[in-house]
C-alpha cells in the first residue's frame, strides 16, 4: 500500500502547506492530490507545486467536468503532465447539483451517460489516433446544433498526450463505483470506510470489471483485474494522545458533508452514512444542519463513523488500525493531514 497526500482546496486565502508537500516528496510518498469546490482551482496550485518537487505524482482530485469541456481537460492534462516529466495522474468527477448548476451553470443531466461520454472524449484525444469526433447526448464534437457555424472540423491534440496516463473518477454512490471500476484506471473516494469495503463496495467493483472485461473480450484485450485498478481514498489522520480530541477535529467536516453537501433527499455522503449503518445518525445530523443548528450536528457526528473512516489517535494506534488498511483492496491511501508529523508517522508506518 503506498501513500499519497491530499491538501484539499483553499479556504478564503489560499496558502500550499509545502512544508508537508516537501516532505512527503523526500519520504516517498507516491503522489500529492489538490481538490477544487468554488474557490481555488485544482490545476493552478498542482502547477505550483510540481515546479517545487522533483518525484511525487501530481493529481487532481478532483477536476470538475462540468467546468470544463473534455477537450480543455485533457489539453490541461497533457500540458502538466509533459511540463513534469510525465507525473500527472488525471482524476476527475461530476461535483453535485448544487455546484453544477448553482456555480457553474451547467445542467446536472444523467451523472453516469454523461461522465462515460467526457471520459472516451478524453481517452480519444490521449490516443490520438485520428481527428476527434463524438456524437453523443451530451457532447457533439464538431458541434452541430441549430446555431452552429458548420466551420467546426475535426482536430487531434497538437501536443502528443501519453496513451496510458492514468484517470481517475471519484464516486461513493453504487452505479458510479461501477462505472468508475469499468471505464477508469483508479477510484477517488472520500469517507472510505475498509471495514465495510465488502458489503458497501464490492458488488459495484465486481460489476464495474466483469463490465470491462465484456467489452475487452470483443477486442481480445487483457482481461482487467483488481491489479488494474488503483483505489485511492482520501483518509484524515490525526495523531494525538487524546483520541477524543481526533475525533473532534474531523466531526465539523463530516456534519458538513452528511447534512449540509446537498439537499434533502440528493446528498451522496447522507447516503454513504446510511450505507454504513448510521441512518438514525445521518437524520439527526441533516436535520441540525439544514435549520442552521451545526453545533449540534456536529456533536451528533458518532465517533465510530469517525474512527471507520480516518486513522487517530496515538502512534501506536495508529499502526494498529492501520491493518484494516492494508488488508483491504486499497493501493493507495492518500492522507488528508493537519500538520508535518502526521506525513512522517505515516511515512514511518508504511515503510516508504
Known sequence: MRLGLNIGYSGAKIELPMDMIRAADEMGYYAVWTAEAYGSDAITPLTWIGALTKNVRLGTAIMQMPARTPA????????????????????????????????????????????????????????????????????????????ATGLGKPLKSILHGRTDMPLYLAAIGPKNVELAAEIADGWLPIFFSPEHYDQVFKPSVDAGLAKANAERLKSSLPTKTMADFDIAPQVAVVVDDNLEVCWNMLKPSLALYIGGMGAKGKNFYYDLACRYGYEDAANTIQEFYLVGKRPEAIVSVPNELVDAISLCGPKERIRERMALWQNSPITTLNVAAFNVEAVRVMAELAGT
Open 72 to 147: 480543455m481537460t485533457a489539453m490541461t492534462a497533457i500540458t502538466l503532465d509533459q511540463l513534469s516529466g510525465g507525473r500527472f495522474l488525471l482524476g476527475l468527477g461530476l461535483s453535485g447539483p448544487q455546484v453544477v448548476e448553482g456555480w457553474h451553470g451547467q445542467a446536472y443531466g444523467k451523472p453516469l451517460a454523461k461522465t462515460r461520454e467526457y471520459v472516451s472524449v478524453v481517452r480519444q484525444i490521449l490516443k490520438r489516433e485520428k481527428p476527434l469526433t463524438h456524437t453523443g447526448d451530451y457532447y457533439q464534437i464538431p458541434y452541430q446544433g441549430a446555431d
